[in-house]
């Protein structure tokens, strides 16, 4: 069965810190993944599609990165407002989400 | 600006069937190119797509789930409806609804937490 899967699970960072995540796809999906992030009490907002297209309105501090199996998202700067959970999402067949990664 | 708020019942005993609804609000939910899903987030199974119906009832379903689920559109009513049946524990859910089949954009309703016991 089709997996995604995010490391690490969770982080622990500080304001100004460069953060990374991984997801790595069990099959090659070309560039057919997105980011979103999940703050508490609330729906996932989508930060990147198509692998690397920043979503209109989210902040340049986040870019996405990969192609084929492996997948990066990057914050330059973490904000106090980035804390919380972010997910990766293929859609190269019907929506498949990644495990999460919190970032705390 | 589109709104989507979910409701129903928040505890499904198991055997039973789930029914959710999802009223959109300011802008029509047969609207041209425009889709709906059903995405649920458990602490067991993460964020899992359901389905999605467009614009022209036409649906699509999560494979793993296909044979329980139903999803169905009141054009009258401006509501997504999601029927689940029969529910286990398993369904125990925070079930949202998106705008959206393939990436999910927003709106997406702020949710409706249904266990199963």
């Known amino acids: 069965a089709f997996k995604l899967t995010q490391s690490p699970s969770s982080l622990s960072a500080s304001v100004g810190d460069r953060v990374t995540i991984t997801c790595r796809a069990s099959r090659d999906i070309g560039g057919a993944l997105a980011w979103y992030q999940q703050t508490p009490g609330k729906p996932p907002n989508l930060l990147i599609y198509?692998?690397?297209t920043l979503e209109v309105g989210v902040p340049t501090r986040f870019s996405g990165r990969g192609f084929g199996t492996d997948f990066t998202l990057i914050i330059s700067s973490l904000r106090p407002e980035d804390f919380g959970t972010y997910f990766c999402?293929?859609?190269?067949?019907?929506?498949?989400f990644g495990g999460g990664t919190r970032v705390e | 600006q589109v709104h989507l708020q979910e409701s129903g019942p928040g505890l499904v005993k198991p055997s039973e069937t789930l029914t959710l609804t999802c009223t959109v609000s300011n802008v029509s939910v047969n609207s041209v190119n425009y889709y709906w899903s059903w995405i649920r987030q458990s602490p067991g199974k993460g964020l899992e797509w359901l389905g999605y119906?467009?614009?022209?009832?036409?649906?699509s379903y999560n494979r793993a789930i296909k044979s329980q689920l139903t999803i169905s559109m009141d054009k009258s009513k401006n509501e997504i409806s999601l029927r689940l049946r029969p529910v286990t524990v398993a369904d125990t859910a925070l079930y949202f609804c998106a705008k959206g089949s393939t990436i999910f954009r927003g709106p997406w309703g702020l949710g409706r937490l249904v266990t199963v016991s």
């Open positions: 119906i467009g614009y022209t009832g036409s649906t």
């Open positions: 198509d692998a690397s």
């Open positions: 999402q293929q859609f190269q067949t019907y929506p498949i």
